[in-house]
């Protein structure tokens, strides 16, 4: 959601991130100015999430800066510049999502599934609404709220995401 400054767009992306991962997790998430312009949003120790088949925790990463939407609105977006979705399970990566285009020379989306090590699947870009739907439907994570609350929020939010991508 743009902002009337760059202070409301930090906070409504946030906003958005937040309830959506509030779907699995508690656990404290806040963004870290890195610099003048670039934010880091993520988990410090990974979040421990419920999960029947033994201990999982989550890694997000989600590095971004803010930008004018439009010229001559006088409003700003957030601009992603790389993100990564992690399930693990007693530390060890299972599956993860990454983009992370300025780092390395596979700079495309892609995924990462720990029993075919070393592969970089390529996906389109991926909400983390979409990485947590993945996990309660295959990955037998136990949303902390109820059906309906968290399928509302993670539809929602997805919508937002989709509306508001730019690289379509």
């Known amino acids: 959601m743009p902002g009337r400054g760059k202070g409301e767009a930090v906070d409504n992306f946030c906003h958005y991130f937040k309830e959506s991962l509030s779907c699995l997790t508690d656990a ?6 890195k ?22 925790s989550l890694s997000v990463t989600q590095v971004f800066s803010v930008v004018p939407n439009g ?8 601009k992603t510049h790389q993100y990564s979705y992690t ?4 530390g060890t990566e299972i599956v993860s999502y990454h983009w992370h ?5 596979v700079r495309y989306p892609h995924l990462h ?4 090590p070393r592969v970089h699947f390529p996906t389109a870009r991926i909400s983390v609404e979409r990485f947590i739907h993945m ?5 037998d994570i136990s ?11 993670l539809k929602k939010n997805n919508s937002e995401f989709d509306k508001m991508a730019t690289w379509k």
């Open 113 to 116: 599934i720990a029993s075919v």
């Open 71 to 78: 010229a001559g609105t006088g409003r700003f977006k957030v």
């Open 101 to 105: 285009p300025d780092e390395s020379d």
């Open 143 to 153: 949303p902390i709220l109820g059906e309906s609350e968290w399928r509302r929020i």
């Open 87 to 90: 399930l693990n399970a007693l």
């Open 28 to 33: 404290f998430l806040h963004p870290i100015q």
């Open 135 to 139: 996990l309660i439907d295959y990955y």
């Open 35 to 56: 610099s003048q312009n670039l934010y880091l949003l993520t988990y410090e120790p990974p979040a421990t999430l419920l999960c029947n088949s033994g201990e999982r």
